[in-house]
C-alpha cells in the first residue's frame, strides 16, 4: 500500500494566504456560467476561514485525483511551487510573471480550473474515434455500438448517426457541455468502449498512446471527466 504524503504546516497557510490575496478573482471564476470548476464556492470557504486547514485540503485533493500515488505527488508539487513562490517573492518581489505562473499552478493543482467543452469540439473528437472504430469492426457494427451503450439520457440523444456512419449534433455546437452533460458523456464512451474492446485488441491502450478522440486542450475524449488530465492540459488560454 502506497504511503500518503501530506501537506505541511507552513505550505498550508501560505496557500491560504494565497487564496486570501486571491480572494475576489477565485469568487469571480467560480461564478462563472460558461463551463465548470472541479471546486465550490463552499470548499473555497473553508480553505479561507476553516479551522482545519490542513485536513480541508487533504479531503480537497482526495476529491480531486484518483489515488494515493496521485495526492501524493501533487502534494510533493505544492511543496516545491510554494516554496518557489516563498524565494521569488523575497528575492525578486517584482518578477510578476514568475509569480503569477507559480500562483496558477497551485491553484489549478486546488481545483480552481474553469473548465469549457465545447460541443462542438466534442462532436469532432467523437468522429475521431468513430472513425478508428469503423475502419476495424465496420460502419453497421459501429453504429450499433454507439446506440446499445448510449445511457437514457435526453441530451446524448443530440448526437445523430447518418447512414454512411457520420456523427452530428442535432444543437447548438457552439454551446458549451455542464458537468451533468459530461458526466453522461463519460459513461456512454466508457461503456462503448469497453464493448469494442471486445472485438478489437488493445483497443483502449491503442486510442490513448495515438491520442484518438483529443480535445483541443490535449485531454482525450475518454478523460473528459478527469480532474487530473484537465491540470496538466495545455489551455487555450489562461483562466486564473
Known sequence: MSYLVKPGFSTCYYIRKLLLQNEEELKTILSQKAGFCFNTQ????????????EETIEQLLQTLYADTTEISTKVEKLEVLVA????????????????????????????????????EDIVQALVQLNEYSINYIGRTLTINTWKSTRPDFEWLNLFEFDRFGKIT???????????????WLQEWIVGYVCQVAQFIRDFTTTIEYKKIGELPEGVLITQVTSYSHWVAAKPRSAQV
Open 42 to 53: 463552499e470548499t473555497l470557504e473553508k480553505l479561507l476561514r476553516g479551522i482545519y486547514l
Open 84 to 119: 518557489n513562490h516563498q524565494r521569488i517573492s523575497v528575492e525578486s518581489p517584482h518578477n510578476y510573471q514568475g509569480l503569477g505562473e507559480i500562483k496558477r499552478q497551485i491553484l489549478w493543482i486546488l481545483g480552481f480550473k474553469r473548465v469549457a467543452v465545447k460541443i
Open 169 to 183: 449534433f442535432a444543437g447548438q455546437g457552439k454551446d458549451v457541455a455542464n458537468v451533468e452533460q459530461l458526466n
